[in-house]
């Protein structure tokens, strides 16, 4: 069964400093992925995607992620955080080709110190 | 940018009455979904919609739940009889055909007394 992980709950960073946000999939073959962004009450919005070639996708707001196959990762990153960050993230996953379902992590809290 | 638009933003109803969600997806997309989110907790499929019928549902769908698209617009989950486990916050969102990303309504949040 496809699963996500994401394994920290809960990350805090000071503004201007570098982040990475992790993610893990567990799926016969390499899925379609994708991070969201929610901030409070509000919707998920899409930061960037993966579906094949370049490894290396950049997002919105200057966010970027890179696909490791070996590692079945789809880490996001951005080289220096502004308190606006401050959200909820969640990596998601989707098998290619079909219109079914997107599977979520649990989502990381990330909050940003001045 | 055309977006996925959800009402009400906050619904507040008794155990046991029925409450039916409302989302107008994105006009030209083709799949529709519905997921929920309990406070704390991860997004959790409930439903995919495709061609007018249901194409994949989750153990949390059960009877209680049903979704209807009653015209070209407007797409619909309703509850027939709450609980207050339902409470939670309720995503829908489109795509359209091929590869396509999700895009999500801002959620109704859903709180049952």
């Known amino acids: 069964a496809q699963s996500v992980t994401q394994p920290d709950i809960h990350i805090t960073v000071s503004e201007g400093a570098s982040l990475e946000l992790r993610c893990n999939y567990s799926?016969?073959?390499?899925?379609?992925l994708f991070w969201y962004v929610q901030s409070p009450g509000q919707g998920l919005q899409l930061l960037l995607k993966?579906?094949?070639?370049?490894?290396l996708v950049q997002g919105i707001k200057g966010f970027e992620a890179e696909f490791k196959r070996s590692q079945s990762s789809f880490n996001l990153r951005k080289p220096s955080v502004h308190w606006s960050d401050a959200a909820e993230y969640f990596c998601?996953?989707?098998?290619?080709?079909?219109?079914?379902?997107?599977?979520f992590g649990t989502g990381t809290s990330l909050t940003v110190i001045p | 940018e055309p977006e996925v638009t959800q009402t009400p933003s906050h619904q507040v109803t008794q155990m046991g009455q029925e409450v039916i969600l409302r989302c107008v997806p994105i006009?030209?997309?083709?799949?529709f979904y519905w997921y929920r989110q309990i406070l704390g907790q991860k997004v959790e499929f409930l439903v995919s919609?495709?061609?007018?019928?249901?194409?994949?549902k989750s153990e949390i769908f059960d009877d209680q739940f049903s979704v209807e698209r009653p015209d070209g617009s407007n797409f619909t989950l309703k509850i027939r009889s709450t609980k207050l486990e339902d409470s939670a916050m309720y995503f829908c969102?489109?795509?359209?055909?091929?590869?396509?990303?999700?895009?999500f309504g801002n959620g109704t949040r859903l709180t049952v007394t």
């Open positions: 969102a489109s795509r359209g055909q091929g590869d396509s990303p999700l895009h």
């Open positions: 799926y016969g073959a390499t899925p379609y």
């Open positions: 993966y579906f094949s070639g370049d490894t």
């Open positions: 998601a996953v989707s098998r290619p080709n079909t219109g079914n379902q997107f599977y």
């Open positions: 006009s030209n997309h083709l799949y």
């Open positions: 919609f495709y061609n007018n019928e249901i194409s994949e």
